[in-house]
């Protein structure tokens, strides 16, 4: 399991960035200064502001964020665990079976290939992804930035024309539109575009 890092921010000041688990504890302390700013937290990953309770002491934020993420499970745990025993046919592989609607011919097609229907639409399905991962990146750091400039930014100077510079995937512009914002806030929103300008 990943852990999730996420960005903290006091008004237009950065409050704290890393791991979830610290910046809730930042979050707590900032939380508890007479007339601090208001407090938002963004998940690096797409941008989006959530809440977290930073009620009660430092164990108890903790505590409700649950566990931290483990590397692996403890091989002296895992030795005195039993192992369930293995039921019959093939071992399960984490597939999910869901609906998909396709035209006869399409259906067709695919249970004509080697191994049918579901692992002809499981190669295409990985083919997909290895073709577009570099234009999915663009698109994912694209709203990432654009959630965390408009929940941050939208009352800013140029906020408009950045976001439209932003999904243009002209970065130069965009840093340009960007420098007269808060530095905290304007680095943000740059390190959160850093993938979204073709190569």
């Not at 994912?140 to 930014?153: C, D, I, L, P």
Request: charged content about 30%; proline content about 7%; aromatic content about 6%.
């Amino acid at each position: 399991m990943t852990a999730l890092t996420c960005t903290a921010f006091g008004g237009h000041r950065l409050l704290a960035s890393g791991l979830l688990r610290d910046v809730a504890l930042a979050v707590r302390r900032a939380a508890r200064a007479p007339d601090h700013a208001p407090i938002l937290i963004f998940d690096d990953a797409t941008g989006k502001s959530f809440d977290i309770d930073t009620r009660g002491s430092e164990r108890e934020v903790l505590a409700r964020l649950g566990p931290p993420p483990s590397a692996a499970p403890d091989e002296a745990t895992a030795a005195e665990e039993p192992s369930a025993p293995r039921g019959k046919g093939r071992p399960r592989l984490g597939v999910v079976a869901r609906e998909v609607t396709l035209l006869p011919r399409h259906w067709e097609w695919l249970n004509a290939q080697p191994g049918g229907a579901s692992v002809a639409l499981r190669k295409l399905v990985e083919e997909a992804r290895r073709a577009h991962a570099d234009q999915d990146g663009q698109r994912r750091a694209r709203e990432a930035a654009y959630h965390f400039m408009s929940a941050m930014a939208g009352d800013l100077p140029g906020f408009e024309e950045a976001a439209r510079a932003l999904f243009a995937g002209d970065g130069e512009r965009y840093a340009a539109l960007l420098r007269d914002w808060p530095a905290d806030v304007r680095d943000y929103a740059l390190r959160l575009a850093a993938a979204a300008s073709p190569r």
